[in-house]
Nanobody
Framework: QVQLVESGGGLVETGGSLRLSCAAS????????MGWFRQAPGKQRELVAA???????NYADSVKGRFTISRDNAKNTVYLQMNSLKPEDTAVYYC?????????WGQGTQVTVSS
């Protein structure tokens, strides 16, 4: 079992920045593929960014050039640096860990971007 705890959300003005963190329990963090998803009110949860165990990254088109995902295996933590935030980035952001057929989710952290 893996437990994920997100932090770093909050209220920010348009154009501002936030850095989300997701701390994972357990000793197998380095072999998990990690991702950040978000869900806005009335919308489906969507992939924002992902990073594989090997360090490969993938981004949603809407955040390319503004968001950066990274991981620190020594700290069992994955990060999402969010710059040039827009009101449409407002959502609950969830951390995800995936290995083989197992998926784990954090409780989510709210990000609100004011216009």
């Amino acid at each position: 079992q893996v437990q994920l705890v997100e932090s770093g959300g909050g209220l920010v003005e348009t154009g501002g920045s936030l850095r989300l963190s997701c701390a994972a329990s357990g000793s197998a963090f380095s072999i998990f593929d990690m991702g950040w998803f978000r869900q806005a009110p009335g919308k489906q949860r969507e992939l924002v960014a992902a990073i594989t165990s090997g360090g490969g990254t993938n981004y949603a088109d809407s955040v390319k050039g503004r968001f950066t995902i990274s991981r620190d295996n020594a700290k069992n933590t994955v990060y999402l640096q969010m710059n040039s935030l827009k009101p449409e980035d407002t959502a609950v952001y969830y951390c995800n860990a995936k290995i083989l057929y197992s998926n784990y989710w954090g409780q989510g952290t709210q990000v609100t971007v004011s216009s």
